[in-house]
Every structure is written in C-alpha cells, then in structure tokens.
C-alpha cells in the first residue's frame, strides 16, 4: 500500500486561490501516474480539468519526488468538495480503464461567496 499525503485545502472567499499539495514520501519509484479528484456535495467523484498555465486549475508535477501540485485560482462557491489525491504505479491510460491503485483521505475545499 502506498500512502499518500495531502495537504493545503481550507476555506476562502470566492475569487481566492489555493495550492493543495501531494506525495508519496515512502514509494521508493517513480509512480505511473498522479491526479487529482474532486468530490462535491451530493455528486460523485470526478478528475479534476486542469489546463495550461493561466487557467483556473493547473496542476505541476515532480517526478522525481513524486509530489504533485494543483493551483486553483479564482474559486467559485461550486468548486466546494472534497479534494483527493489518486496514484498508480501503471500509467494513466491504464489507471483510468479501471481504477486508481491509491488514494489520499482527501482535503476539504470550501469556498465561501
């Protein structure tokens, strides 16, 4: 089992920013693939859309540590939920034909109008 580790979700107003963060400190290898998944209330969980940079959800990875990012800017009362961070040790062609090996416990997200 590999556990993942979460962080930097809270609570801001719309219009705010926030970067949550995370790593598999103990995998001892470069996992396959890294993604995050959002949860919000009443709807099932979903990848998140990221695009480039300038966008309002971007994420960045680095390989070599196995961290992965997700900056979120100007959030809006709808991007509420339950942040989760997902890894496998296959690619994500292959994660996303079944289900991720990995999952954080996730990190709550609220965003206040």
């Known amino acids: 089992q590999v556990r993942l580790v979460e962080s930097g979700g809270g609570s801001v107003q719309a219009g705010g920013s926030l970067t949550l963060s995370c790593s598999a400190p103990?995998?001892?290898?470069?996992?396959?693939?890294m993604a995050w998944f959002v949860q919000r209330p009443g709807t099932e969980r979903e990848t998140v859309k990221t695009?480039?940079?300038?966008?309002r959800a971007t994420s960045s990875r680095d390989f070599a540590k196995n961290i992965l990012d997700l900056q979120l800017n100007s959030l809006q009362p709808d991007d509420t939920g339950m942040y989760y961070c997902?890894?496998?040790?296959?690619?994500?062609?292959?994660?996303?034909?079944?289900?991720?090996?990995?999952w954080g416990q996730g990190t709550q997200v609220t965003v206040s109008s």
């Open positions: 695009v480039g940079s300038g966008g």
């Open positions: 103990e995998y001892p290898y470069t996992l396959g693939c």
């Open positions: 997902a890894a496998d040790s296959e690619s994500c062609v292959r994660a996303r034909q079944r289900t991720f090996q990995y």
